[in-house]
């Protein structure tokens, strides 16, 4: 009789840490795709540029997210700008990653809003409490999220020279759509 019970404690423990397990694996989600752009509207000049290739993680049940961006993949059409961006205002060799560490605050399927407050860095400089408010859409066994806000580059203490400033605006807009998924 003994063995028995030996034998069902056994089958439940190995069944609560299988469950346990695969709980905790669906919790997690990874960046599976994202395309991020920028945009600088300046009296002589609008500048968009893009980032695809982006790194992030989020943990359901601690409601913590990541997001690394590689600064080296941050692009705009004109190769000389594109150099111009790299070597004088972000510093891409001195700061190579931007990342954003926070919490979701508000995450609701049904009015497919999304809310998350953390702190992002960027040119070294780390800017505590930002918000990105954007919405969610569902897919099969993905997520994906919208949204759009702006970054004061002198919170990051990169300077546009003056005679820049007509071509350049210290206010850039982002929109971003990153689909996440469940990490496997």
Known sequence: MKLFHKKILFLLFWILTTNLFADTKTKSLVVKVAKIQFLSEAPQ??????????????????????????MKNINV?????????????????????????GVITTWDIQS???????DLTLH?????????????????KDFLIRSNFQILLTDFKIEIPHLVILKLNDTIQIESEILWTYQE
């Open 77 to 101: 059409p004109n190769r000389l700008m594109n150099r111009h961006m790299h070597e004088n205002y972000l510093e891409s060799e001195q700061y190579p990653t931007s990342i954003f560490n």
């Open 124 to 140: 070294g400089v780390t800017k505590k409490n930002f918000k990105i408010h954007g919405s969610i859409e569902t897919r099969e």
């Open 45 to 70: 000049e609008t500048i968009r540029g893009n980032i695809t290739n982006v790194s992030g993680s989020a943990n359901m049940v601690s409601k913590k997210v990541s997001i690394q961006i590689e």
């Open 112 to 118: 497919k809003v999304v809310e998350i407050e953390g």
